[in-house]
């Protein structure tokens, strides 16, 4: 049985599109649907549905799925063990971050690139859920995301910092007086806010439910950026991570407002699939979470 074959297999799974998937293999659509029969010859099952497209995996190949990521993961990790001996680690460090901690990302790349200059990084902007999905999957090799709330099971964690939010709207006659605000000043204003796939708007939903009210924001977006965008063009205010101030310091329009909540809210860190042996790439990134955590943020 190729690798090659768990490969496009895997992937196919994952794009869920023949052409999709013969693109991120690198390769032509018929020569993966030519591997792909003959896998199913080789195992004498038939794995995927089709007719003039993917139509999904049968329950044979449902079931020979996780197996085949096992395999492909299970390989890679004994190449990277073999290499560590012999020098620094090489290949690309695929990382998934919520959008909350995206500025950590910067951080984290850094560190890790720094101390193993061998290596590449690919980072993917993910749920928290997408996030675990996506290290059971041995689809990226770690991820940074919430840590307490809806805490993720089977994982290896490095806290890297506890979030604090701050509320942020259009200078102007109706955004707040300078200093502190709390939930009830938040209350008055319309409100744009991410969309309740993520968790980070789950936390929010369930501080603003203890302090007695109800989110019904005026729009939702998927990205800070976007959200930034209807404060500043839209007549909406916004709450946000602190650490995403850094992309609206120095203008003008902004006006920023830290946000007093009743009760400490989550961590947020590493996280690494608790297997063993470890890979050393996930080995690496937790070393570095490590250091990192320790170390003031500018």
């Known amino acids: 049985m190729q690798l090659r074959a768990l490969r496009y297999f895997v992937t196919l799974a994952r794009e869920q599109h023949f052409a999709l998937a013969a693109e991120a293999c690198g390769i032509t659509q018929p020569t993966l649907s030519s591997a792909l ?39 890679e990790s004994m190449v990277h063990a073999v290499e560590a001996q012999a020098g620094p680690l090489h290949g690309e460090f695929r990382l998934g971050v919520i959008p909350a901690a995206m500025p950590e990302a910067g951080r984290f790349a850094e560190a890790l690139l720094r101390t193993h200059p061998g290596m ?16 059971d999957a041995f689809e990226i090799d770690a991820g940074i995301t919430y840590l307490d709330h809806e805490r993720p099971a089977n994982v290896i964690s490095v806290p890297l910092y506890t979030e604090t939010y701050v509320f942020v709207t259009a200078r102007g006659g109706a955004s707040p007086p300078p200093g502190h605000v709390c939930w009830q000043d938040v209350a008055r204003h319309p409100l744009c806010l991410l969309h309740q796939g993520m968790q ?48 609206i310091e120095g203008a003008g329009w902004a006006s920023v407002h830290p946000l007093a909540t009743a009760r400490p809210v989550s961590r947020i860190g590493l996280i690494a699939g608790d297997r063993t042996p470890l890979d050393p790439m996930a080995a690496a990134a937790l070393g570095c979470a490590r250091a990192i955590a320790e170390l003031p943020v500018d």
């Open 120 to 135: 590449t990084i690919a980072v993917r902007s993910q749920t928290s859920r997408g996030i675990v999905r996506a290290i």
């Open 200 to 247: 980070n708007r789950r936390i929010i939903d369930e501080l603003m439910h203890d302090a007695g009210i109800a989110a019904a924001p005026r729009a939702t977006a998927d990205s800070y950026t976007a959200l930034l965008a209807m404060v500043r063009s839209g007549g909406l205010a916004t709450i946000m991570p602190e650490r995403h101030t850094g992309l």
């Open 37 to 75: 029969a003959a896998l199913e010859t080789q195992l004498g099952k038939r794995l995927v549905e089709r007719d003039r497209r993917y139509i999904g995996l049968t329950p044979e190949g449902q079931a020979m799925l996780p197996w085949a990521q096992q395999l492909l993961a299970a390989h």
